[in-house]
């Protein structure tokens, strides 16, 4: 009896720890993903290419690394290249007549393959990678130790939510890209010019898509491949509904997403194999939860911005 | 801040061959309160908006104060202090009544520091005769709210002379007033000069100082209020021949006659999810025009929508002669319940079919539409098109035209005969006649009463008061989704539905909407 108690309690702590650490490492992406997919949708606009830009970023952040031997050069080449690709979106779809959500499926495959093409060469060699803070040094508890390595990039993306929050309501930047997104109609009366404002908010959404692209190949897991997306780009569009379009939430919701991302291979490490794919789908099931329970056809969602087409 | 004169000679515009105003010389004089009749088609649109550079006049000068000015975009007319409230709401609701304050004014600087815009709004709003909550979200205040917000932006801009387009269709009788009793104090005030475009006598009477009236492009009349009287307006506007319609005499409602359409304690949600229409019950009896007013927004849409299957409902029940209804196509079939929603391209019809396709959308299956099999017969849909293009007039008379082409009255015509081309048991008309021009009007109010003495049970949900009064044997009042008010329409009054419609007669609010009113001083 006694012997079946004692490790259950000790698991739950070490879960607990990887689910911490685990939301962090794998809810990096996702943040600048749904920042960039927020600031996105604020003014209007669904880029659905988020997830292509997220890939391309990851492939050019590693590509630029290698090159220069910085990584950070390679997370600002990944975040002009998503910027390119963001102003692609935004431009293409100010045509009349383009819906932005069927070229985003366009740039998402155009995105993937572009980085597929241009990034065979570097699945094999070892770019130099993103560093880490080791908060947990005074510990003694490795899985503590581990779990307080926090990267440099989440904590520029908790910085960057906190600016974003506070520049939609207080600067005019923030407040002429809600109005745009809010009611198309109104800005045009006012003479607000929309397309320049969509366009840069898609072009800045894209360049927060790619520097989430750029954490995966030099952070973690830290090597370019393939494989290395799992639907991010796509996820963000759910993340930032359920964050209600603002900011500060988004980093909650990633924060969410991370967790039940780590939760297959916490629980894996703990020993619990049975079920691995299960709970390694974790994210996609809170997913469709998360929209199930949002978007229904008879309603709308509160906070949506009034011009988006997703909501409408 | 001083009231603006304005004046136009010989104003003129042209849309390819269409001559859409004429040679329109205006004045408008400062501090007044000018009003602009005219029907649909009239010019007035194509007056103001060219005052006010939105679509610049080909012809004609433009003074101000009796200097002449170019306007050719709305930036010059925001310039010279020109503004337009315009018909449909031009603020953004997701956003607070300051944010909204401080985007119309625009050179905003990159960081608002809120603390010293908040001191500066609210310094501007002390010297305004009323009031809005700074920090309010635009998506929560009411229609007559809003329409003080516009107001307000008009004057935090200073603008000195106002264009306002249907200031007050889409509010109660008694937010109009007040509206429009602040527009006229504050011209009186010499602050500020409105020209004001309305379909509606009674606000130029009550309003106005001043009225010209255009017709087909053309001035027809200007005049001093004091010096007219709605009769000569209605002939000034709609020409002499038109004003003698026969008068509708009708036949009562009998009161052994059947149950048509009878609702019972019906619930419906709304897109965000709140209840929309809350334990509505009502009756409408074979041979009866029910009417429902009330401001858009209180559950109308929805109850519409529900008893047209475009929208489930949470509870209640209905039923049709009698039997249980659930707006499937087989029961509207059945039961012969037909419709006439608003927005018919968008409720009623495939912009992109032919008329004859849309024609056929109720009975496209019917076995006299079908080849043996399960092929359609075209050739008989056109001659079933033609015939009812024919007898309901709809115009151009091709019944292999899209449908999204015709004018808004042919659409509705087109609807109308969809709908009435059989006899209906039941007919669910939900403004049927928003927009469309005088004749589509009289035509298409005229099959509704012709559908009544035919004993269709009419269930008749509009906006427009007047056309309530007018149709209805029985006008209900609708408000937050409740029936509140019923009501003979020979004996309805006015004002009394007013109150109802504003939901002040049941829950008394101790101003409107928070709105305080100063005194001039």
């Known amino acids: 009896m006694l012997n079946e108690v004692v490790p259950s309690a000790f698991d739950f702590g070490s879960l607990a720890l990887a689910l911490f650490a685990g939301a962090i490492r794998i809810g990096t992406p996702f943040l600048f993903v749904s920042l960039g997919e927020c600031l996105t949708e604020k003014a209007g606009r669904v880029n659905l290419g988020l997830e292509g830009i997220l890939v391309c970023g990851a492939m050019t952040g590693y590509a630029v690394s290698l090159q220069t031997g910085s990584p950070w050069i390679g997370v600002l080449g990944a975040g002009i290249s998503g910027l390119v690709l963001g102003a692609f979106h935004g431009l293409v779809c100010s045509l009349r007549g383009v819906n932005d959500i069927a070229f985003g499926i366009a740039l998402m495959v155009f995105g993937t393959g572009l980085a597929f093409y241009l990034g065979t060469p570097y699945i094999q060699p070892q770019a130099p990678t993103l560093p880490a803070f080791a908060l947990g040094d005074w510990s003694t508890n490795s899985q503590l130790r581990n779990a307080l390595e926090i990267n440099v990039l989440f904590l520029v993306g908790v910085v960057l939510a906190g600016l974003l929050h506070w520049g939609m309501a207080s600067t005019r930047w923030g407040l002429v890209l809600r109005l745009v997104g809010d009611h198309a109609e109104t800005a045009r009366a006012l003479g607000y010019r929309l397309i320049p404002v969509r366009v840069t908010a898609t072009a800045a959404g894209g360049f927060l898509a790619a520097v989430g692209g750029a954490y995966l190949s030099l952070y973690y897991p830290g090597s370019w491949n393939e494989g290395l997306s799992s639907g991010q780009g796509l996820m963000a569009v759910a993340l930032v509904i359920f964050a209600r379009w603002r900011p500060w939430r988004c980093l909650f919701a990633a924060l969410l997403f991370g967790a039940a991302g780590a939760l297959g291979p916490a629980l894996q490490s703990l020993g619990i194999t049975s079920g691995y794919y299960l709970f390694n789908a974790a994210p996609y099931v809170l997913t469709l939860v998360i929209m199930v329970i949002t978007c229904r056809p008879d309603r709308t969602i509160s906070g949506a911005p009034g011009e988006l087409s997703l909501t409408r | ?521």
């Open chain 2, 1 to 521: 801040m001083t009231a603006l004169s304005l004046e136009t000679f010989g104003a003129g515009k042209s849309f390819g061959d269409f001559r859409a105003l004429e040679d329109v010389s205006i004045q408008v004089a400062a501090g007044t309160v000018h009003a602009l009749l005219g029907e649909n088609g009239a010019g007035k649109s194509t007056l103001v908006k060219g005052l006010i550079g939105y679509s610049p006049l080909d012809q004609g000068r433009i003074l101000l104060d009796g200097i002449e000015h170019a306007i050719s975009s709305p930036r010059d007319a925001h310039a010279l202090g020109i503004g337009m409230v315009y018909q449909h709401f031009t603020v953004a609701p997701g956003l607070t009544v300051a944010e909204n304050l401080l985007l119309a004014r625009g050179h905003l600087p990159w960081g608002i520091s809120w603390v010293k815009e908040r001191a500066t709004l609210d310094a501007f709003m002390n010297t305004m005769p009323f009031r809005l909550a700074l920090g309010s979200t635009v998506s929560g205040l009411s229609a007559g709210e809003k329409q003080k917000l516009e107001l307000l932006k008009q004057l935090y801009l200073e603008h000195r002379f106002l264009i306002l387009d249907e200031p007050t269709s889409v509010l109660t009788p008694q937010e109009s007033e007040e509206v429009l009793g602040l527009v006229r104090d504050l011209a009186h005030r010499s602050e500020l000069t409105v020209l004001m475009i309305t379909h509606k006598f009674k606000e130029v009477m009550s309003f106005a100082d001043e009225v010209t009236v255009l017709r087909k492009g053309k001035l027809v009349g200007h005049t001093k209020v004091e010096h007219t009287n709605p009769d000569e307006l209605a002939k000034w506007m709609m020409g002499e021949t038109r004003i003698a319609a026969a008068p509708k005499t009708r036949s009562p409602v009998k009161d052994k006659a059947p149950i048509g359409l009878e609702i019972l304690r019906l619930c419906v949600a709304s897109d965000r999810g709140t209840t929309a229409v809350n334990e509505l019950s009502l009756k409408v009896r074979r041979g009866e025009i029910v009417g429902v007013a009330g401001i858009s927004g209180n559950g109308q849409k929805e109850l519409i929508e529900a008893l047209l299957g475009q929208r489930r409902f949470l509870s209640g029940k209905i039923s049709v002669n009698g039997v249980p209804y659930r707006a499937t196509r087989n029961e509207m079939l059945q039961q012969k319940v037909f419709s006439l929603p608003e927005e018919p391209l968008h409720n009623a019809c495939i912009a992109g079919m032919s008329v004859a396709e849309n024609m056929a959308l109720r009975n496209f299956d019917s076995p006299e539409m079908r080849r043996p099999g399960w092929r359609i017969n075209r050739t008989a849909i056109r001659i079933r098109a033609q015939k009812l293009i024919a007898a309901f007039n709809v115009s151009p008379a091709f019944p292999d035209r899209p449908i999204g082409t015709l004018s808004g009255g042919n659409v509705q015509r087109a609807v109308l005969a969809r709908e009435l081309a059989e006899f209906a048991t039941v007919l669910i008309a939900a403004n049927p006649v928003f927009g469309l021009d005088f004749s589509a009007v009289s035509d298409i109010q005229a099959r509704i009463l012709a559908a009544r003495e035919q004993g269709t049970a009419v269930l008749l949900v509009s906006e427009d008061l007047d056309e309530l009064l007018e149709l209805a044997d029985t006008v209900l009042v609708m408000t937050n989704g409740r029936i509140v008010y019923a009501v003979d329409a020979r004996s309805a009054d006015r004002t009394t539905i007013g109150r109802y419609m504003g939901g002040h007669a049941s829950s008394p609010r101790a101003s409107l909407g928070g709105m305080v009113q100063h005194d001039d001083a």
